[in-house]
């Protein structure tokens, strides 16, 4: 198992940009394919992005795609989440979660995730 801690939320106009990250501890970070999913109230979890374990893949939902951008720093044990062009309909609860497998898009193979960081985008 890794322990995962995302960073970085928070209230944000928008329009706006901002970037999370989730530090791992535990276990290297390469050896996990990592992926960023987010909760909004009264909604089912929606899977944003995944980075495969070296980071030469990316995958990301079609919300997303375009705006948000996944990265990572093996060296730091940290996976970043860049999103910009935020929009009311992104206000949720951000989680990054992570795989054993190279690279995962559904939720079900995720074995390890972190507490979740709130974004708030106001109308």
């Known amino acids: 198992q890794v322990q995962l801690v995302e960073s970085g939320g928070g209230l944000v106009q928008a329009g706006g940009s901002l970037r999370l990250s989730c530090a791992a501890s535990g276990r290297p970070l390469s050896t996990f394919a990592m992926g960023w999913f987010r909760q909004a109230p009264g909604k089912e979890r929606e899977f944003l992005t995944a980075i495969s374990k070296s980071g030469d893949r990316t995958y990301y939902g079609d919300s997303v795609k375009g705006r948000f951008t996944i990265s990572r720093d093996n060296a730091k044990n940290t996976v970043y989440l860049q999103m910009n062009s935020l929009k009311t309909e992104d206000t949720a609860v951000y989680y990054c979660?992570?795989?054993?497998?190279?690279?995962?898009?559904?939720?079900?193979?995720?074995?390890?995730w972190g507490q979740g960081t709130q974004v708030p985008v106001p109308s």
């Open positions: 979660a992570a795989s054993l497998l190279n690279v995962a898009i559904t939720s079900a193979v995720y074995t390890s």
